[in-house]
């Protein structure tokens, strides 16, 4: 493993801290309270017939809170704190559905993300949803979506979630060594990974997908090969493969800034990559397809990402609870990112709102086409029949910068990225952003 002298000057692969991944564009800094009106306005405004919805419900609860997370997530809340929470989502989501944009429509997708959703005991899960369904039915969702951790699967949960008409249910594995996942700060260790993902298959979920990091603290060469061998072994539907980062609102980042360390004490990006390069070589040897930057799936056919696809191509997205994100009607909005101030603006019968953005046509597309480069192969002919855009030519230098490089090449109407330009999509993706954009810390 490639790791630096934490003392010495950082080189051009060292992991530093800050936001590597992209999640969305414009960057969140460029979101701002003065903008507010525009989500309101965007959700009093007529929906695009065109536009698909889907819903993300954030749980902010955690058993414990993992050194490298950066989540607005709380580990001291009791049941009535919870159950307060839960009621203030419903209420945020009654008043949400009765606005032009989203009344009467049904959700394309649910996703619940967090946080941990599964940290919520049946009769939680069971009410919540049950609410949820009575206010905007979820009987044409394509995809029902559940993030976990597998120390709180315990069988009766497993069975609800089920119930709830969950299809694909994600298991935060992250690591499958007990002393890897004891020096990260995760509250789960393997024994519960084995025990989560055999009552998991036994309930019968449409797809399990397993997360793992590559990079974490004290990771080495051996252990990475063990937990892709490991991966294989249990032969999930699909698995995503983060590369490890540290923002500024982790522990370990608190750590690196006390001792006055630059470099974040985990492998460089180089050796992250290499570690991705390899699993995603050993998962397609037993049978899986690459599936963008991060994801293999076994059957390419079936296991299907309702919810990324949607929303990379411009679906609208309700994000209920605190710092949820939502885009309505071309409006990025963020809830209110403390949990009293959230529940406060519910009571009260406000929106929640932290920061919104009003984004232009061009912002939308440079949005779908970088959020859609991840996944490996991009459309042109979805951009001109969507934007009325030829984007190779409107990214002519960048494309042939990139195409110098090997990292991609244009033919046959498609942009396609080799691995090696996959496994670093997210360290291009600021070249095509618009210059205004570019000088900005990706937060
Ligand atoms: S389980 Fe996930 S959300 Fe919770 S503290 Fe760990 S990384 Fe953060």
Redesign the pocket.
């Known amino acids: 493993m490639e790791t630096d002298d934490q003392n010495a000057a950082p080189s051009i692969s060292s992991t530093l801290a800050g936001n590597y991944f992209i999640s969305n564009y414009p960057p969140f800094s460029f979101w701002s309270e003065d903008q507010n009106v525009e989500a309101e306005l965007a959700l009093n405004s007529d929906p695009d017939p065109e536009a698909k919805l889907g819903i993300y419900h954030h749980i902010p609860f955690?058993r414990?809170?993992?050194h490298?997370?950066y989540?607005r997530?709380y580990t001291d809340k009791n049941a009535k704190d919870i159950k307060n929470y839960l009621a203030a989502t419903i209420a945020e989501l009654k008043s949400i559905a009765e606005r032009p944009l989203i009344n009467g429509r049904k959700p394309h997708f649910v996703y619940f993300g967090?946080?941990?959703p599964s940290y919520l005991s049946e009769n939680q899960l069971r009410e919540l949803t049950d609410e949820m369904k009575a206010v905007l039915p979820w009987d044409e969702a394509e995809e029902v979506a559940f993030e976990c951790?597998p120390g709180t699967l315990t069988p009766g949960k497993l069975a609800a979630v089920k119930a709830m008409g969950v299809t694909r249910l994600s298991l935060?594995i992250e690591n499958f060594d007990d002393h890897i996942l004891e020096i990260n700060?995760?509250?789960h260790r393997s024994a519960e990974v084995f025990g989560a993902y055999e009552r998991a298959r036994a309930e019968n979920f449409d797809q399990i997908n397993i997360d793992l990091i590559a990079g974490m603290l004290e990771e080495t060469e051996e252990n990475w090969q063990r937990n892709i061998e490991q991966t294989i072994k249990l032969r999930p539907d699909s698995v995503t493969i983060y590369q490890m980062e540290i923002p500024y609102n982790t522990t370990i980042y608190k750590e690196m800034k006390a001792e006055g360390k630059l470099v974040a004490p985990v492998a460089d990006w180089k050796t992250k990559r290499r570690w991705v390069k390899e699993a995603f070589a050993a998962l397609e040897s037993a049978g899986y397809s690459i599936a963008s930057g991060y994801t293999a799936v076994l059957n390419p056919e079936r296991t299907k990402f309702i919810y990324r696809d949607a929303l990379w191509s411009g679906a609208d997205l309700v994000g209920l609870g605190v710092a949820s994100f939502s885009h309505a009607a071309g409006v990025h909005y963020q809830n209110m990112t403390e949990i009293d101030d959230y529940l406060a603006a519910i009571t009260e019968g406000r929106l929640p709102l932290k920061r919104a953005f009003r984004t232009s046509e061009e912002e939308r597309m440079i949005r779908e086409f970088i959020l859609q480069m991840k996944v490996g192969v991009v459309d042109l002919d979805y951009f001109e029949q969507k934007f009325r855009v030829d984007v190779a030519g409107r990214f002519a230098d960048q494309v042939r910068a990139l195409e110098t490089e090997g990292l991609l090449n244009v033919s046959d109407g498609k942009v396609r990225l080799s691995r090696d330009g996959l496994l670093c999509v997210d360290n291009m993706l600021q070249g095509f952003f618009l210059p205004r954009h570019r000088t900005a810390r990706i937060v």
Request: aromatic content about 12%; glycine content about 24%; charged content about 25%.
């Open positions: 955690c414990k809170r993992c490298f997370c989540f997530v967090g946080g941990t951790e935060g700060g995760r509250a």
